[in-house]
């Protein structure tokens, strides 16, 4: 089970940003992305919000970095993880412009992109951009065909849809992989179908882990109906962690404890069928926050990955 981190700093929801981010910057986001890269993280992940309207920014804040530029700037100062967009709202824009930026960061990486793609929630975002919000989960489906085609090896792609139709236009540079993984986010009815039957993987919406074996069964059961066979990878966004005893109160839900015992705790979502968890770690600081991605590396995450 390999493992991943939404980056603090780049995001600064209420419902995970710690205090000392609402300080931090550009060096910040630097030192924490070299960190989970030598650590052994599988990948560094970016959010995605145009803008954020008055009655959401109380929760949500108005922090919310761009994914191409940021996932852009962080490919250059580390060499090994992934970069993730968790998830980028690709109905906001017409799916040649999502696949020019998406190819150029492939690119420029080696190699080391997945896009992860999802609905959207912020319906002024919609209205601003000239999307219909009520039929964004229809203009998805389309965009996710589209980008399936734009992001493949050939130099001028093609799509013909309800929405969409391009061809006769070239695109390069083109991604360095064969064809860029599509992870699907949502947790809705909707979101575990349109995952099962047009992704390559699945990012849930932070499900509990009660919750998670039945969405998985599902996405199972959708696969084998299609015929569809091909490598599939299920994710899940664990509880909070603390590596070790903290001295500080950090919440309720936060597991906590030494490597041995948070391995255990975070093999179950293996037995479930998750083959790749997205992990958050409580922090003060900057320097407390990379000291506990570097511990998890490297003593709680071969603990995960061993057979």
């Known amino acids: 089970m390999r493992y991943g981190i939404q980056l603090p700093v780049q995001s600064q929801s209420t419902l995970y940003a710690e205090p000392w981010e609402a300080g931090a910057g550009p060096e910040d986001l630097r030192e924490l992305a070299r960190t989970a890269d030598r650590a052994g993280f599988d990948y560094l992940a970016c959010c995605d919000h145009v803008g954020v309207p008055h009655r959401l920014a109380a929760a949500m804040s108005t ?3 761009d994914p191409v530029a940021t996932l852009a700037h962080l490919a250059a100062v580390t060499e090994r993880a992934r970069l993730l967009s968790h998830v980028a709202v690709v109905a906001l824009r017409h799916p040649l412009l999502t696949a020019k930026q998406y190819a150029t960061l492939d690119h420029l990486s080696g190699g ?21 919000f009520r039929q964004r989960g229809t203009v998805l489906d389309e965009c996710l065909d589209a980008l399936r085609a734009a992001l493949g090896s050939e130099e001028y792609p093609e799509h013909h849809g309800k929405l969409y139709d391009f061809s006769g236009l070239g695109q390069r ?15 809705s009815p909707a979101a575990v179908r349109r995952a099962a039957l047009k992704g390559d993987g699945w990012l849930p919406q932070g499900d509990p882990r009660d919750r998670l074996p039945a969405r998985i069964e599902r996405i199972r059961e959708l696969r084998d109906r299609a015929g569809l066979d091909g490598p599939f990878t299920v994710g899940a966004i664990t509880e909070p962690l603390y590596v070790g005893t903290p001295t500080w109160p950090v919440g309720r839900r936060t597991l906590t404890g030494p490597a041995q015992q948070l391995a255990e705790s975070l093999r179950a979502y293996r037995a479930m069928g998750v083959h790749q968890i997205q992990v958050r770690f409580r922090s003060r600081s900057r320097s407390e926050a990379a000291d506990q991605i570097a511990t998890f590396g490297a003593e709680v995450g071969p603990l995960l990955t061993e057979e």
Request: aromatic residues 10%; glycine residues 16%.
């Open 63 to 65: 922090v919310w970095y």
């Open 173 to 187: 540079p083109r991604p360095a992989q064969p064809q860029v993984p599509l992870w699907v986010g949502g947790s």
């Open 112 to 132: 080391r992109l997945i896009l992860g793609a999802g609905a959207g929630h912020v319906r002024e975002e919609f209205e601003v951009l000239g999307v219909d």
